[in-house]
T-cell receptor
Framework: DSGVTQTPKHLITATGQRVTLRCSPR?????VYWYQQSLDQGLQFLIQ???????AKGNILERFSAQQFPDLHSELNLSSLELGDSALYFC??????????????FGSGTQLSVL | GENVEQHPSTLSVQEGDSAVIKCTYS??????FPWYKQELGKGPQLIID?????GEKKDQRIAVTLNKTAKHFSLHITETQPEDSAVYFC??????????????FGTGTRLQVTL
């Protein structure tokens, strides 16, 4: 168990809908990362937050947004969902959020299916 | 940005044999190279990492080697066991604008250890 908690584990929804994925980092970790894993794209970095503020942005679509709250949990919001958004979404956390050279601990992921 | 290529995509070995997975990276400024193991239904778990000031690192049956000149690094698993069956991802730290950086993952290797 990595100590990173993601809910829900599975999410089934329809095209055009909006969903929210939730992540609680390991105790003491200040930084949260979101990754998307699809069969043909591997693990793609979406966005990183550190202590409530956005620190780095990757290949995140404009339809997606995220935030980190004062208690350090994070939410990833996906709107106007398309079939191609179906994927595993992982949250990871680290102590300082320096990115390079810092160990990331991953949650078990949320499997999103858009029908 | 950073680009990481990983080979092979699938690897089947007999129990007790060795397995080698290779990765190349493009950003010469990358200085951190972790390897993750992902079992079915779980998130990636860090199994070993190496920094650019070290050429080789070993932890029991697993070892990682780094060739900075050629920009490639490899994972070696000796005396493979059925529980080593999983998907393995290599990663490299890539640099974003300013001081931010992120991990870029390879596309994964599905290792199957047969009895």
């Amino acid at each position: 168990d990595s100590g990173v908690t993601q809910t829900p584990k599975h999410l089934i929804t329809a095209t055009g809908q909006r969903v929210t994925l939730r992540c609680s980092p390991r105790s003491g970790d200040l930084s949260v990362y979101w990754y998307q894993q699809s069969l043909d794209q591997g693990l793609q970095f979406l966005i990183q937050y550190y202590n409530g503020e956005e620190r780095a942005k990757g290949n995140i679509l404009e339809r997606f947004s995220a935030q980190q709250f004062p208690d350090l949990h994070s939410e990833l919001n996906l709107s106007s969902l398309e079939l191609g958004d179906s994927a595993l979404y992982f949250c990871a956390s680290s102590v300082e959020g320096r990115g390079a050279g810092e160990k990331l601990f991953f949650g078990s992921g949320t499997q999103l299916s858009v029908l | 940005g950073e680009n990481v290529e990983q080979h092979p995509s699938t690897l089947s070995v007999q129990e007790g044999d060795s397995a080698v997975i290779k990765c190349t990276y493009s950003d010469s400024a990358s200085n951190y190279f972790p390897w993750y193991k992902q079992e079915l239904g779980k998130g990636p778990q860090l199994i070993i990492d190496i920094r650019s000031n070290v050429g080789e690192k070993k932890d029991q049956r697993i070892a990682v080697t780094l060739n900075k000149t050629a920009k490639h690094f490899s994972l070696h698993i000796t005396e493979t066991q059925p529980e080593d069956s999983a998907v393995y991802f290599c990663a490299a730290s890539g640099r974003l604008a300013g001081t931010a950086s992120k991990l870029t993952f390879g596309t994964g290797t599905r290792l199957q250890v047969t009895l």
